[in-house]
């Protein structure tokens, strides 16, 4: 069964003409790792918030179409009931501290506060998250005196928590630093190994095509593909729509090295391939 | 972390008791105060507040909290010790300038009273975490949402206040004069209040979509990560504080009725 189903999904913010989601469907399967790519303005993060309901719950506009998770319809349902379905992450890791808890270990139990969960339970569930993300040992500081890649780990860790089987994340590493990115994207890859369903947005070419069971490529609302991400990066029509390729597809598509017509978006990939290139030539 | 609480963290009988009985201590005093106008009862109760903040070991930090009010309390023993209407016997001249026994007396109960009422607040404020507090009263009813208001106030306004400094460097570094002369300062501040309000706003909206994604709005009945603490102490205090507010009432009653 389809995790994520996504029907002619349409929207347009209030007091605005144009569709920010224009007839978009696709159909995500449980456990896949799925980039969204596109230039800014494409619609990525707004389709995001439609996967999680805050559109059309949170932001008002004309809306169409359905995305359903596990069959049921967010724009029908309550936020907090698909919140235990489908978590966020979103770019700001300063803005997804709630605030109003003191240390690390209380900020993610936040969520599970909420929902109701017995102390016990609660524990367990801090414990592992925050030991998956790696930062059980900051468990007693402020949350704000955490490092832009360590509040982000625990924005994650608040969510994952939660236990969804869906976890968004919108450019969660576009405020980080190499190394903070780095920790983040480790982190994601565990959730995954997990058999947790990802959706990233994200700019880092490299890490989608790296990542990635399949790619949705976005531009000014519409879904122009949505693929593997061998077929995505291998298009030779992406700079139109603001997605420069990975380094590495670039450097073999300057020598057309391929393979079955698809370039290599991985560096183990286009180093094999290139290796082979020169057995050859 | 800047934070704006004013919590002491020391190991004292005081800071463990529950923070509803220290809110229930201000009503208490205030109450004891209104209904027993005496100045031997507000002396009595201040005694009380000093030695529970001499007890939790915090006295030190209730002297700035006093000292704040310094101006206003001395305003008023001068007024009073001036031109109260019933001053009729002179206690002691400066120069021409006479001040009355009445009014004297009068506004040492008034001081007497606002210090004890600082220094029951200050009980409450220096030996209980803002988190705490609004935790346990949420757990007594207080509505989540006001709860959450309440204590994210605290961190967010410092944070903001950083975010406002870093703006207002930005606009420095592109030669905005942000010091000197008062009218330096007035055309600083609309070049600045723009970024500053759209900023808050942002954050503030972010912040709220990633609550709602956390079941901030969930209709389950909310649990809590940290146990309570309430002790026998605890339940004591709630009948000594009725039976301190009781006794007085019928002390006044009685003092009509003779």
């Given amino acids: ?281 | 972390m800047k934070s704006l609480s004013l919590y002491q963290e020391r190991d004292s009988i005081i800071h463990e008791i529950e923070p509803i009985n220290k809110l229930l201590y201000i009503l208490t005093t205030i109450l004891i105060m209104i209904i027993v106008p005496s100045i031997k009862c507000a002396v009595l109760c201040m005694i009380i507040s000093l030695m529970l903040l001499l007890k939790a070991n915090v006295i030190k930090k209730v002297l700035p909290i006093i000292n704040f009010s310094f101006i206003i309390l001395i305003s008023i023993i001068i007024i009073q010790g001036l031109f109260n209407i019933n001053n009729k016997t002179v206690l002691f001249n400066i120069g021409k300038i006479k001040f009355y026994k009445e009014g004297m007396m009068y506004s040492a109960l008034i001081v007497i009273r606002v210090i004890n009422i600082l220094c029951a607040f200050a009980l409450l404020v220096l030996t209980t975490k803002p988190s705490d507090l609004i935790e346990d009263l949420v757990r007594r009813g207080l509505s989540p949402k006001i709860g959450y208001v309440l204590s994210s106030v605290l961190q967010i306004i410092p944070q903001m206040t950083s975010t406002m400094g870093t703006i207002m460097d930005a606009q420095r570094s592109r030669g905005l004069e942000t010091e000197g002369k008062l009218i330096n300062r007035i055309k600083a501040f609309f070049p600045l209040i723009g970024p500053v309000v759209m900023n808050s706003l942002i954050a503030t909206r972010e912040r709220a979509m990633a609550l709602e994604i956390r079941a901030f709005s969930s209709k389950n009945k909310k649990t809590f990560l940290n146990e309570t603490k309430s002790t026998k102490l605890d339940s004591s205090l709630k009948y000594i504080f009725i039976a301190a507010v009781i006794l007085s009432i019928i002390w006044r009653a009685a003092i009509w009725t003779k």
């Fill in chain 1, 1 to 281: 069964m389809d995790k994520i189903v996504v029907e002619n999904l349409k929207y347009k913010y209030p007091l605005t003409d144009k569709l920010v989601l224009n007839d978009i469907s696709f159909k995500i399967e449980k456990g896949q790792f799925i980039g969204i790519i596109g230039q800014n303005g494409a619609g990525k993060s707004t389709l995001c918030q439609a996967i999680t309901g805050l559109v059309p719950l949170f932001f008002k506009g004309a809306y169409g179409g359905r995305v359903l998770v596990d069959g049921i319809e967010v724009a029908k349902s309550n936020i907090s009931d698909i919140s235990l379905k489908v978590g966020m992450v979103f770019q700001n890791p300063f803005t997804q501290v709630t605030g109003s808890k003191l240390t690390v270990y209380e900020e993610v139990a936040f969520g599970l506060e909420n929902i109701g969960l017995n102390r016990e339970e609660m524990k367990n569930r801090i414990d592992e998250a925050l030991n998956l993300l790696g930062i059980y040992r900051f468990k007693d500081r402020n949350p704000f005196d955490l490092s832009g890649g360590q509040m982000q780990r625990l924005a994650i860790a608040g969510i994952i928590a939660m236990q969804p089987d869906v976890i968004i994340l919108d450019e969660p590493t576009s405020q980080l630093d190499p190394q903070g990115s780095e920790e983040v994207f480790k982190a994601v890859w565990d959730l995954k190994k997990r058999g947790i369903t990802i959706i990233m947005v994200e700019h880092k070419m490299e890490k989608i095509a790296e990542y990635s069971d399949k790619v949705l490529l976005m531009h000014d609302g519409k879904v122009i593909d949505f693929d593997t991400p061998e077929k995505i990066f291998s298009r030779d029509d992406l700079m139109q729509y603001g997605v420069i390729e990975p380094a590495y597809t670039r450097i073999c598509k300057a020598f057309d090295i391929k393979d079955s017509g698809l370039y290599p978006v991985t560096l183990d990939r286009a180093c094999e391939m290139v290796v082979k290139y020169n057995e050859h030539n």
